[in-house]
């Protein structure tokens, strides 16, 4: 199937690892140009040259004001376009309600929430019809995660901002997307598991809960990301989609 991909150009968030990685490979195999980003000036610079000359890295923060304008400008710059971007940023810090302080909140807060903010109202300005603004999320969106309250304070919130931004900008003709990952198998899953006294054992318990009975992989999720931010997608707007394994119990 062709996705329509080739030569369309996309921004991608956090992309130095784990999903938004996964991602930026997608859109890359099927023809896409990418601006990568993430905050360490040598991983993004050794991320990009690994993914080849239609890629191309830029060292910003999420929180950073000016990160917005520095990507979309860049991938003008380098790429003579921009047709979305996916918002991916490490998880917040994990702990339960008594754990976490004030910091790290407003951490997480700056980083996770009013970043990704910025970063769809400066593309929802740039793009023209046919765009679309995706968000890494968390099956948090609709069912708390023991252990992580600052991801399952955050998440929803910003779920309610993409629908909200998608009925606003549906009349221009960009779409905007959320991904739901569940258990993927990334290095921040596993960073997790290993939190627990026995990780091994933490995860059979984890895979036994899914349906497909197995950690997903990054480039599962990839794939279905390149999917969802591509003209072949054409018609879906608004939408959570949960990359689970059907760990979900809802509809």
């Keep these: 199937m062709d996705l329509g ?25 099927d023809g896409a ?24 890295g830029v060292a910003v923060d999420n929180a950073d004001p000016e990160a917005a304008a520095r990507v979309i400008g860049a991938a003008r710059e380098r790429f003579g376009g921009f047709d979305g971007i996916l918002v991916s940023v490490g998880g917040p810090p994990a702990g339960f309600v008594a754990d976490n302080t004030d910091e790290q909140w407003q951490g997480a807060f700056e980083s996770v929430f009013l970043g990704a903010v910025r970063l769809a109202r400066a593309a929802a300005a740039e793009l023209e019809a ?31 901002f993409a629908k909200s931004l998608s009925d606003e900008l549906g009349p221009r003709g960009i779409r905007v997307v959320g991904l739901l990952p569940g258990r993927i198998d990334t290095d921040r899953v596993r960073e997790l598991d290993a939190l627990s006294a026995d990780p091994e054992a933490t995860r059979a318990a984890s895979e036994s809960r899914i349906p497909l ?11 279905t990301a390149a999917f969802l931010l591509s003209p072949a997608a054409s018609y879906l707007t608004g939408v959570m989609v949960p990359v689970d394994g059907g760990a979900r119990h809802g509809f």
């Design 5 to 29: 991909l080739k030569d369309r150009v996309y921004v991608v968030t956090g992309a130095t690892r784990g999903l938004g990685n996964a991602s930026a490979r997608a859109l890359l195999a």
């Design 33 to 56: 140009k990418v601006v990568v980003t993430g905050r360490d000036e040598e991983r993004v610079a050794a991320t990009a040259a690994e993914l080849g000359p239609n890629a191309h």
């Design 130 to 160: 046919g765009g679309v603004i995706g968000f890494v999320l968390s099956g948090s969106v609709y069912e708390p995660i023991p252990g992580l309250t600052i991801s399952n304070g955050l998440r929803p919130g910003l779920a309610g």
């Design 213 to 223: 009975r197995r950690y997903g992989a990054p480039e599962e999720f990839g794939r």
